[in-house]
């Protein structure tokens, strides 16, 4: 540069000081979006970097945000949505437009599904270009797909909306049932500059994201006098309560009661699995036999055969009363004959007030057929698991977890596959509040490193991982995330080569494998050795627990290749009914 121009390049330099020094402070769309979601309490970002958020993670994580970046939006979605279920916050999953968008969106149904407050935020194009059609980078209207899949959906033009928006998000996603909001933030908002004192007063606090839905004092009495009239009571408990944190009236309503109770499977260890009124290994008959059924949190879907059917015994058998902050919920399958709507803790603590001159417990004809079918099972149960076969079969592997978990109560169980989830869910008793997390609602899988890593980073205990290999094969990148982060997470991958079972063969004789088989004998320990962390491979129930354990001690981030018979799994595990199979037999 030539010396002149170094003179004057110094004096417009002086120039520019001066000026900035009388002129306003000024902040951005990305500087609002952070100081909006710290201004709310979140403090967790999962997500994947790109166009156009990249530097708004990187701001984020500038101003004490901790990032967390995945390796496939999917995941992140499912690191968010459980971690809205575990803390009762909405989890925030940041992506790019459209294809990131797309693979966060289907974590964002399932959250919704699942009833998790969940915040799906994506960059996008330009509006102008995107409305016309005329072909943006990464073009796609976002916010008319996301639409139809979630609780509800945002967009926000202008840096000063940006407080309202995020505020709008967070409530709609907490309040009444909770489910997954999409936030969509084109890429040129991110830019946008304004007055910072203008824009800190944009920002809005959210006071009471969930307000308290009290129920009316009619709606307890009614469904007390039903529960009172009852023979053969059951409380059947739902991940509902379980989200709802309520759990002391929750166990003080089954104890002052004395009416036996089933956990469905997110709602294990809200009392532990061990409780002596528990029913659930009594399951099938408890459900047949009850007269009056009292729902907590959870829903009369699929996963409870629609409350009606062979399941629930003779038509017209029962009486059901069912707590839910969702008025629709109520006679969605069958009648509900005292809707009681509200949110748990109140609900209960309601119920409870209303049984304080003194509760008659249920009759003992009930309470001793369920203990002696319980007894039964149990015993019948525990034989299986002490197999100890090799090749290992499901139940001589999950003997060992079943034990590590009781010795170690609060550790988190993620769980997902056919075989492995059904029978793992049967066999592991759960003795603390909201240490099971699984496929849920749809069933889904693909769940499990997203569940764990945010299990992990938002509750500080160790994670373990149960995942059938073909489950574990949709996140299974995800170790690289495990390991970069240093999290206290053991998969232990039950191979049995393949979905539902390693033995299908190419019924047409070709050299192609069958649809459901995987490669033999794969080493799925050596993913994690890859990136760092520990692989183990075990082929018997002792050397499963003792690499179990000694993942648990270190915190380590481990995988544990399970070699199980390929022949063990049954076709669709429990749900083999829900599978068609064709009967016509071509020549
Ligand atoms: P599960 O599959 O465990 O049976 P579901 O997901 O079917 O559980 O049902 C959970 C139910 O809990 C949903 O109907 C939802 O509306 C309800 N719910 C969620 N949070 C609360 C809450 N805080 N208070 C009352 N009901 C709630
Ligand atoms: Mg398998």
Redesign the pocket.
């Known amino acids: 540069m030539p010396a002149h121009a170094q003179v004057i390049d110094m004096h417009t330099a002086d120039v520019n000081m001066a000026e900035a020094d009388t002129q306003p402070a000024l902040t951005d769309g990305f500087h609002l979006v952070i100081d909006a979601l710290k201004l709310n309490d979140i403090n967790t970002i999962y997500g994947v970097p790109g166009i156009p958020i990249t530097d708004l993670g990187r701001l984020a994580q500038a101003e004490g945000i901790r990032v967390i970046s995945f390796r496939h939006e999917q995941h992140a979605g499912n690191a968010a949505a459980i971690a809205g279920f575990l803390t009762?916050k909405p989890g925030i999953c940041l992506t790019v437009s459209a294809p990131g968008f797309l693979n966060g969106l289907t974590a964002l149904a399932n959250a919704t599904?699942?009833?998790f407050p969940m915040i799906l935020i994506s960059g996008s194009s330009e509006r102008e270009i995107v409305d016309l059609q005329q072909g943006d980078y990464e073009e796609m209207d976002q916010l008319a797909i996301a639409k139809p899949l979630c609780k509800a959906a945002f967009r926000v033009l202008h840096a000063a909306d940006i407080g309202i928006g995020v505020a709008r998000a967070i409530r709609a996603a907490c309040s009444?049932?909770?489910g997954g909001v999409y936030l969509d933030l084109p890429a040129k908002l991110f830019a946008q500059v304004m007055d910072a004192e203008a824009g800190a007063k944009s920002l809005v606090k959210v006071i009471d994201p969930?307000p308290a839905?009290i129920p009316a004092p009619e709606a307890i009495a009614r469904a007390l006098a039903v529960l009172k009239t009852a023979e053969r009571p059951l409380i059947?408990?739902?991940?509902?309560?379980?989200?709802?944190?309520?759990d002391e009236a929750v166990r003080a309503l089954v104890e002052t009661s004395g009416i036996p109770y089933v956990?469905?499977?997110?709602?294990k260890g809200l009392l532990p699995d061990t409780h002596p009124l528990s029913a659930g290994a009594a399951r099938s008959t408890v459900l047949k036999e009850a007269d009056v059924v009292l729902?907590?949190?959870?829903?009369?879907?699929w996963?409870?055969s629609h409350g009606k059917g062979k399941t629930w015994g003779a038509p017209g058998s029962k009486k059901f009363i069912q707590?839910?902050?969702?008025p629709r919920?109520m006679d969605s399958n069958v009648e509900i004959v005292a809707p009681v709507v509200?949110?748990?803790?109140?609900?209960v603590a309601a119920l409870l007030d209303g049984m304080k001159g003194g509760w008659p417990a249920p009759p003992a004809a009930w309470t001793e057929t369920i203990k002696a079918k319980k007894d039964a099972n149990i015993a019948k149960m525990g034989q299986r698991l002490l197999k100890n076969s090799i090749p290992m079969d499901f139940h001589g592997a999950l003997g060992v977890l079943r034990t590590i978990i009781k010795e170690r109560p609060d550790a988190i169980l993620v769980n997902e596959g056919a075989n492995t989830l059904d029978l793992a869910r049967g066999v592991i008793d759960m003795y603390q509040p909201r240490k099971r997390l699984d496929v849920?609602?749809w069933g889904i899988m693909g769940i499990g490193m997203g569940f764990a890593v945010a299990a992990a980073v938002e509750t500080g205990k160790p994670v373990l991982a149960v995942e059938g290999d073909s489950a574990f094969g949709f996140s299974g990148m995800e170790v690289e995330t495990i390991c970069r982060y240093d999290l206290p997470v053991c998969i232990v991958v039950f191979n049995n080569n393949g979905i539902y079972r390693g033995t299908d063969v190419n019924p047409s004789g070709a050299a192609d494998v069958a649809p459901t088989v995987f490669v033999k004998d794969a080493r799925y320990d050596k993913m994690m050795e890859a990136f760092g962390g520990v692989g183990v491979n075990v082929t018997t129930p002792d050397a499963l627990r003792e690499a179990v354990n000694a993942a648990m001690d270190s915190g380590r981030p481990t995988l544990i290749n399970a070699v199980i018979d390929p022949s063990a799994g049954t076709e669709s595990g429990n749900i083999g009914s829900l599978n068609p199979q064709s009967t016509v037999k071509r020549k």
């Open positions: 009762k599904t699942n009833c009444g049932r909770p969930a839905q059947i408990l739902g991940k509902g309560a379980a989200y709802a944190q309520a956990p469905m499977s997110m709602a729902l907590v949190g959870a829903r009369l879907n996963l409870l707590i839910d902050i969702e919920e509200g949110d748990i803790g109140s609900c849920g609602t």
